[in-house]
């Protein structure tokens, strides 16, 4: 049963279709399996139950966008605001043209290259081997194995902090590497991706060439968050890593990967603090051996506690 106090905190905040939870635990939604809880949870019904929500909300109180929380790590304390998880509502992918999609804020990078590959649609087959939703994407300008989102997009539809909702041509999102101008606030709800013909079975081998690249790779069966850190100009970040001597470095229940350096591993009771921590760690080491500072390509959100 909820308390008095969220009971009245739930009331002070504007009506909804969907689902809002006040002080739900983050952990069990993001990869890492650890940290903080949201001061509320917001899991729209459709775009306009988000665009309503905000257009009424004080805009004193943050936002933020969660997707498979694959790339994130949420610090202990949790997110005060509001976290908008885009659900099913959202994860649905369609083809638009012979070689264009139009894709939810909360489909998968699997879901969208393998509908693209059964429309004949070529291009998109890098999106397989990302672990996070369109939305991410978008924001983040996710990429691997030689592509970007930038190569793709053609458009996106985003609903503002104020509740508007407006289409974004690719050039207004300012894309470089591993970034956007994206609003602070702003929630992608679909995306337009477009590619180029191509047969399913070529595009299925291609998919299947970088499944099996990433599994050799990359420890996907660990609580991990991804690529730790950006790749620096003329370099890779995983190499700078192993070669400052961090290969399976470990503080608290936090992890340096021994198959992948460029990945931290949650080993099964690590705190958001130990797995920052570490990677602060291992930035500092590879700047005392090599000169390079590195960037954090995992988002860090929330309150240390």
């Known amino acids: 049963m909820e308390s008095a ?71 202990d304390g949790g997110v005060p605001g509001v976290v908008v998880r885009l659900g099913k509502p959202f994860a649905k992918v369609e083809q638009a043209d012979a070689t264009t999609l139009r894709c939810g804020g909360g489909a998968s990078g ?48 985003v609903i503002l902090r104020s509740g508007d909702r407006v289409t974004l041509p690719l050039d207004a999102l300012g894309y470089t590497y591993r970034h956007s101008s994206l609003p602070e606030g702003a929630v992608v709800v679909s995306a337009l991706f477009r590619g180029v013909p191509g047969e399913p079975a070529e595009i299925q081998t291609e998919m299947d060439r970088i499944a099996a690249a990433r599994e050799e790779s990359q420890p996907l069966r660990s609580k991990t968050g991804g690529s730790t850190f950006k790749n620096p100009e003329g370099h890779k970040a995983w190499a700078l890593v192993d070669e400052a001597g961090c290969r399976g470095l470990q503080l608290g229940g936090a992890q340096v990967s021994q198959k992948h350096t460029n990945f931290l591993l949650n080993l099964g009771d690590a705190s958001s603090a130990d797995i920052e921590a570490l990677g602060e760690e291992v930035r500092r080491r590879v700047k005392a051996k090599s000169g390079i500072e590195l960037e954090w390509e995992i988002q860090r959100v929330g309150v240390k506690r």
């Open 5 to 75: 106090g969220v009971t009245t905190a739930l009331a002070s905040l504007p009506p909804v279709r969907g689902s809002l939870k006040a002080g739900a635990s983050l952990a069990p939604l993001v990869w890492f399996k650890a940290g903080g809880a949201a001061q509320w949870l917001f899991e729209p019904k459709d775009a306009e139950d988000l665009s309503d929500f905000l257009a009424h909300l004080d805009p004193a109180i943050p936002v933020m966008a969660l997707g498979l929380g694959s790339n994130l790590i949420v610090r």
């Open 110 to 157: 699997i879901l969208v290259s393998s509908t693209a590959r059964d429309a004949g649609i070529a291009g998109m087959e890098f999106l397989r081997s990302i672990p996070g939703t369109v939305g991410g994407f978008v924001r983040m300008n996710g990429g691997a194995y030689g592509r970007e989102t930038c190569d793709i997009l053609v458009e996106c539809d």
